[in-house]
Structures are given as C-alpha cells and as structure tokens.
C-alpha cells in the first residue's frame, strides 16, 4: 500500500528517487527539461541526462571526494579511516593512477568459470536456511571470498567482518558503528598481512568483497524479481548461460541498481555550459542515463536480446568498475543453479519495498 501512494506522488528529489516505486518518470522529466540543475535542497548539482553524466564521469576537475574532505571527518583517526583513505573507490589523482591497474589485473585474474563455480557452491550453502534478504546479502559477498581463497572455516566470519565495515564507512553512521567498522578493517587488514600482501594490497583485497556487497546485492534482487515478472523472458534465459548474462544485464541497465554516484569539484569549471563552483557537489543519476534515448533505442523496454546494449550502471571513465563481468556471473549462475536445483520459487518472498540508501536501489522481501 504505501509503496501504490508513493507511485502516485513523484519523488521530492533525486535522492528520494532511489527508493520510490516509480522513478522512471521522473528521470525522464529530468533529463528533458533540466539535464543539468543545482538542487538548492540537496545543495547538489544533478546531471541526468547520459551526455552531461558521461561527460562529468570524464571531467578532470572533478574527483569522487570533497576536496577538504578526503576522508570522512567521523573516520578520521580511526582504523577504518585508514583503509578508506587508501581505497581506489576513494581516491583520485596519482595514488588512485598508481593503483587501479593492479585492482583491474586482480579482478580480472578468474574466469566466468572458477565466478560461476563459487557462485553456485555458496548458493548451495546458503540456502535454504537463509531468506531472500539474507541471500542476497550474503551470496555476492561470500562468492568474492571464495574467489580471494578464504578458507571455509573464516568465510562466515570474513563475510560479517565486510558487512561491518560497509556499515561504520557510510555516511551518517554512528560511533558504535565507526568503531565496529575499525575493528573489521584491522581483521581484514590481518587477514591480507597473513596471506604476505602489502598494506595496498591488502586494503584492495578488502576493496573487491566490499564493493561486491550492495551492488551485487541489488542485482541479484532485480534479477529474481525480474524473472519472476517475465516468465517467457526468464524461460529463454534458462536456456544457456549466455542468455542468463544476456538477462542480468539487461536487468543492470533497465534496473541500475546503484542508481547514482557523487562527484565533487576540485576547482571551478564549466560542465554542459554551466559555472560549477570549487567545492560543489554532484548527483550523477547513472540510472536515469541508462533510460536515455541517447544511450539505446527504446530504452525503456526491456528486452535481454538487446543489440548493442550500453550502460552507466558500472560509471565509466577512470573509476569505471573493475568487477561487472564477475558481478554479471555471479548473479546469472546463481539464478541457474537455484532454478536447477528447484529452488527458485521457494526461494523469494514478496517484495515489499527498498533498503533506505541514497544510492544503492535494493529490493527489500517479506522474509
Ligand atoms: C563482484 C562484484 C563487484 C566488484 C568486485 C566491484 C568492484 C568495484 C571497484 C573496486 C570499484 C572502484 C573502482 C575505482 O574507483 O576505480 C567499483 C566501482 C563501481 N562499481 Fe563495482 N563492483 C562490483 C559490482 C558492481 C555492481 C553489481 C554494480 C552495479 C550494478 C557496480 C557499480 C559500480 C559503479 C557505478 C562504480 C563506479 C562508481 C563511481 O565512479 O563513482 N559494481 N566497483
């Protein structure tokens, strides 16, 4: 029910977007009539159109860190401040071009098949004593660890250790969460010593399980809603892997579960023709960019045998996600195995509405 009243209501703004029944027109009116605007109320500029959002992804001057704020002042100090200061996700510049190749080569070092083998072996283990949030919390997560070889007897541990430092490093969180936060960055930081890596790589093999968690996550619960929702779609899915990837990326770009990103100026500069102050923030609305006429034909639609399929749902640029093909796998055989397995039904519960974040848009069920 609150879910129908929202639908009737647009959203009050493009964060609130994030988590409302219906955004999609919204992003359109957007995107036509002011693909670029300053958002008094959020105190943030918004880009919505797929030429202004690609053109910010690529703009130098702006960095994905307030430039007084390079690490969260409630980090600062703290274990968990540490690891975040050195996370590519989190910085730019000489220190994020030094590091990001070795990010790349270490998420591309696993074929589709050791993705799809870990995926479904954690399927295999979690379910069915978890519920739907559980899984979808847990599955993309624990398929990163498997991939890092973390042994079987810390899986669970490491898994809840990612979790905690997630929570305590997003805006907002409180002192018992920042300090819970740095007790799993000095266990994870441990971990990485143990295996003989470096602290960058250490704090890099922390960075691939944590990026892996929400966005995964709400790939995979679009995905499950989405084969619920379109039985015809999901029977020709269920045909090879190929068309399971072919569906899940359609369900990426059609849903964007990470619907928008932040970026901030490091020095004035002019975007679509627009005076951006020093300092100013940034909405980047990847999702409304992946519904954009400019970006692909009917965009609309959804449709997994889409030709020549383009999507922002995996930024671009120079943070561009090094993990999309492992996320797309570990999503696509997830969905295979449980099917196979007979579990698919049994498996998800009813939607009933969205995790409250501002960024991420991750289906919450009834069980
Ligand atoms: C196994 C799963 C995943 C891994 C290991 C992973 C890893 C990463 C890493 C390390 C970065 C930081 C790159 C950088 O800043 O240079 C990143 C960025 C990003 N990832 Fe992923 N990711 C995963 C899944 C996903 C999924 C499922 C989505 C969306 C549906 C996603 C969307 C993004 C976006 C939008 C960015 C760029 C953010 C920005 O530029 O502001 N990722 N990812």
């Not at 100090?77 to 690891?83: I, L, N």
């Not at 996700?89 to 994020?96: E, V, Y």
């Not at 295996?195 to 679009?222: C, F, K, P, W, Y």
């Amino acid at each position: 029910m609150a879910m129908f009243e929202a639908a009737i209501k647009p959203p009050a703004d493009p964060v609130a977007a994030v988590t409302h029944a219906d955004p999609w027109p919204y992003y359109r009116q957007l995107r036509e009539t002011q693909p670029l605007y300053f958002d008094v109320r959020l105190q943030l500029w918004v880009a919505s159109s797929q030429a202004v959002i690609s053109e910010a992804l690529h703009h130098p001057s702006l960095n994905v860190r307030p430039p007084d704020e390079p690490v969260p002042a409630a980090l600062q100090g703290t274990a968990a401040g540490e690891v975040f200061a050195r996370l590519v996700r989190m910085t730019d510049g000489a220190f994020h071009a030094a590091h990001k190749p070795a990010v790349v080569r270490a998420a591309g070092r696993w074929s589709l098949a050791d993705v799809a083998r870990a995926s479904e072996m954690a399927a295999a283990d979690l379910q069915p004593p978890m519920g739907t949030n559980a899984l979808i919390s847990n599955l993309p997560v624990q398929v990163m660890a498997r991939l890092l070889l973390v042994s079987e007897s810390v899986l669970a541990v490491t898994c809840d250790l990612v979790q905690q430092f997630v929570q305590g490093i997003a805006p907002g969180a409180s002192e018992a969460a920042v300090a819970l936060a740095s007790q799993a960055a000095e266990a994870l930081m441990a971990q990485g010593s143990a295996e003989g890596l470096n602290a960058v790589q250490a704090v890099n093999r922390i960075a691939l399980m944590q990026q892996s968690l929400d966005a995964t996550a709400g790939l995979l619960g679009h995905t499950v809603l989405m084969l619920a929702q379109h039985p015809q779609l999901a029977a020709t899915a269920r045909c090879s892997p190929q068309a399971m990837r072919e569906f899940v990326a359609e369900v990426e770009r059609h849903q964007a579960p990470i619907q928008n990103s932040r970026r901030f100026a490091v020095r004035a500069l002019r975007l679509a023709g627009q005076p951006v102050e020093q300092g100013q923030g940034m909405l980047l609305v990847l999702a409304s960019g992946n519904r954009d006429e400019a970006l692909n034909p009917q965009p609309d639609h959804f449709d997994p045998q889409r030709a020549n399929r383009r999507s922002l749902g995996f930024g671009a640029g120079s943070h561009a996600c090094p993990g999309a093909a492992i996320a797309i796998e570990t999503v696509a055989a997830c969905a295979r195995s449980t099917w196979a397995g007979g579990r698919f039904y049994s498996c998800i519960g009813r939607q009933t509405g969205f995790r409250p974040l501002g960024n991420a848009r991750i289906p919450v069920f009834e069980k």
